[in-house]
């Protein structure tokens, strides 16, 4: 398990807009990865109408698990993280429109197909059965953070 504090010295977001609370596990098998959020009202998206994080905010969540899981490869490798994009998000399904507060969310993902840069990874965020489904390509730059 890896906590907040280290896992944001993997990826580019740091402070409110890293939304990750910790990583439970990952694999290098099948490069994949489950890790974990709080929808906490002090964190961004937090909608205090609705006491809850709006659903969409998932594909965030499932961004940068991916990007963490990157950072983690690459720091064992002795590379420096990389900045990456989402190109695009693919076959979005949601459960409920809010997570409600205080709710952990899973997140799952499993890296579907790699081209190059090009990554293709299938998501999942559940909260309490209620389960968000995604289809993520991203592409890693050869920029640092």
Same mark, same amino acid.
């Given at each position: 398990?890896?906590?907040?504090a280290?896992?944001?010295?993997?990826?580019?977001?740091?402070?409110?807009?890293?939304?990750?609370?910790?990583?439970?596990?990952?694999?290098?098998?099948?490069?994949?990865?489950?890790?974990?959020?709080v929808?906490?009202?002090?964190?961004p998206?937090?909608?205090?109408?609705?006491?809850?994080v709006?659903?969409?905010?998932?594909?965030?969540?499932?961004?940068?698990?991916?990007?963490?899981?990157?950072? %983690?490869?690459? =720091? @064992?490798?002795?590379?420096?993280?990389? +900045?990456?994009?989402?190109m695009? #998000?693919? *076959?979005?399904?949601?459960?409920?429109?809010?997570?409600?507060?205080?709710?952990?969310?899973? %997140?799952?993902? =499993? @890296?579907?197909?790699?081209?190059?840069? +090009?990554?293709?990874?299938?998501? #999942?965020? *559940?909260?309490?059965?209620?389960?968000?489904?995604a289809?993520?390509?991203?592409?890693?730059?050869?920029?640092?953070?």
């Amino acid at each position: 398990m890896m906590e907040r504090a280290e896992l944001e010295t993997l990826v580019p977001h740091k402070g409110r807009m890293f939304l990750l609370d910790r990583f439970l596990s990952w694999d290098w098998e099948d490069d994949s990865f489950v890790a974990e959020a709080v929808a906490d009202p002090s964190r961004p998206f937090f909608d205090e109408e609705a006491q809850g994080v709006p659903v969409w905010v998932s594909f965030e969540y499932m961004a940068q698990g991916i990007a963490a899981l990157s950072g %983690i490869q690459r =720091r @064992e490798r002795g590379e420096a993280p990389k +900045v990456g994009f989402v190109m695009s #998000v693919r *076959d979005f399904k949601a459960g409920s429109r809010f997570f409600p507060r205080g709710s952990r969310i899973r %997140i799952e993902a =499993r @890296e579907l197909m790699r081209d190059g840069q +090009v990554v293709s990874f299938s998501c #999942v965020a *559940d909260c309490g059965g209620e389960r968000t489904t995604a289809i993520l390509n991203v592409v890693e730059t050869d920029r640092d953070p």
